[in-house]
């Protein structure tokens, strides 16, 4: 089984409508859990961490689901400029500096 | 601040040839990482540092070393280039705060690096 899985897409979604999409991890004493966004040649750029009782920032909400080891995203009202590759990075040593492993990513297009 | 920068931006390399690349931060981070970002693999980790005069291999190691004179530098150097190094290699930094392992990462743009 594959560390850090994500669906690569696309999602070709319109826009002002709802998006989510999952991540599965494989190592059930993960501790760390983020979602970075990456547009298109330019670099990963933290979007949100994900903690345990869901997070909220604006129109993204992150929750982890530690018994079926899968974290999501989720995007409200989605705009034109969410248009990116969404990466789920988890850290599967449980705390090591070379122990965050990112997903390939999943791209986004979101459609006037 | 700058944050993480990355020099050079392109690179073209013929086979055989060496090359350093050089990553610097102003964040006062500890630790520094270099990935590669192949199309269909996702970032791979390929060393990393805990602090200045520490080094270690992450998932990819071979074919590249790295030294952290200065804190705020890690360079990556390929001794002698092969076409499967063509890729686009970030450099990214962070904090390490006690045993919460937030560690969220800072990248710099990129180098991309193309070897015939």
């Known amino acids: 089984r594959k560390e850090v899985e994500q669906d690569p897409g696309p999602f070709n979604v319109p826009e002002g409508a709802t998006v989510a999409f999952n991540c599965t991890y494989s190592?059930?004493?993960?501790?760390?859990f983020f979602w970075y966004r990456q547009d298109c040649r330019k670099e990963p750029k933290l979007l949100m961490s994900?903690?345990?009782s869901g997070n909220e920032d604006g129109r993204f909400t992150a929750q982890l689901n530690r018994a079926s080891q899968y974290i999501s995203l989720l995007i409200r009202d989605s705009k034109l400029s969410d248009s990116a590759t969404y990466l789920c990075?988890?850290?599967?040593?449980?705390?090591?500096?070379?122990?965050?492993?990112f997903g390939k990513g999943t791209h986004l297009i979101i459609q006037p | 601040n700058a944050g993480v920068t990355q020099t050079p931006k392109f690179r073209v390399l013929k086979t055989g040839q060496s090359m350093t690349l050089l990553c610097a931060q102003d964040?006062?981070?500890?630790?520094m990482y270099w990935y590669r970002q192949d199309p269909g693999m996702g970032l791979r980790l390929i060393h990393y540092?805990?602090?200045?005069?520490?080094?270690a291999k992450g998932e990819v190691p071979d074919g590249y070393n790295v030294s952290r004179l200065k804190k705020q530098n890690f360079l990556l150097g390929l001794e002698s280039a092969a076409p499967s190094q063509t890729s686009v290699y970030f450099c990214?930094?962070?904090?390490?705060?006690?045993?919460?392992?937030?560690?969220?990462?800072?990248f710099g743009p990129g180098t991309r690096l193309t070897v015939l």
């Open positions: 990214a930094s962070s904090y390490f705060w006690g045993q919460s392992s937030y560690n969220e990462q800072f």
């Open positions: 190592n059930s004493a993960s501790q760390s």
């Open positions: 994900v903690y345990s």
């Open positions: 990075v988890v850290n599967l040593s449980g705390g090591g500096a070379d122990g965050l492993t």
């Open positions: 964040m006062n981070h500890e630790y």
């Open positions: 540092s805990v602090g200045e005069g520490t080094t």
